[in-house]
């Protein structure tokens, strides 16, 4: 699935994208109880399954940019 853009900015973005999703797991994972009840904590804990999902999906994409561009470098 190509855009247009070339495959090592794709790259770029995706693995730029996949950063977010880790960290903000990586967040939600480091609270204990009581920074789950914050306003933050809030937020992550509705967005974890999406987190998670997201960042399956991201890893997922950056690993078939990756076998595209071994596929384009000689």
Do not use: C, V
Request: net charge negative.
């Amino acid at each position: 699935m190509t855009t247009g853009r070339p495959i090592k900015e794709q790259l770029s973005t995706a693995r730029y994208i996949l950063a977010q999703f880790i960290a903000q797991i990586e967040e939600f994972e480091g609270m204990n109880r009581e920074q789950r009840r914050t306003e933050r904590g809030q937020d992550l804990t509705a967005r974890i399954d999406g987190l998670r999902t997201g960042r399956t999906t991201w890893e997922q994409r950056i690993t078939d940019l990756q076998n595209e561009h071994d596929q384009e470098t000689p």
